[in-house]
């Protein structure tokens, strides 16, 4: 799918797996609204709260719909996808490409867990 990124090189065995994707210089969505480098440490790059910029309408829209496209694709081939956040969103020009579709694969907890394990009637 065009709005999936692409990986190098994946492996797993019993206890672990191991993903490798090519570097986007660009880096996240999150990067982007963060105004940081991706090579930037984490703290850096995250923990300054006068660096967030929001962004332009146009880029909402296109983003929006692309996001909302590749999720359609996803649900329609009946594969789960719980670990939508703006880090896991590589941009690519004006493209943003979803990132960790393994993780539900490989078991991982969605990343909204925490939020909706809290009620009852949702397991």
């Not at 956040?85 to 393994?102: F, I, P, Q």
């Amino acid at each position: 799918h065009p709005y999936i990124y692409k990986i190098t090189f994946a492996t797993a065995n019993e206890s672990s797996a191991l993903v490798i994707r090519p570097f986007s210089e660009k880096g996240t969505l999150k990067d982007l609204i963060y105004k940081a480098k991706p090579k930037d440490p984490y703290l850096k790059k995250y923990c300054n709260p006068k660096k967030i910029q929001g962004l332009e309408l146009q880029q909402i829209k296109t983003y929006g719909r692309q996001i909302l496209e590749v999720l359609k694709f996803l649900h329609e081939k009946g594969f789960p996808y719980g670990h939508l956040h703006s880090a896991n969103v590589m941009l690519d020009g004006d493209t943003c490409k979803l990132l960790d579709l393994e993780n539900s694969l490989l078991g991982l907890p969605s990343f909204y867990r925490s939020y909706f394990s809290q009620f009852r009637k949702i397991n």
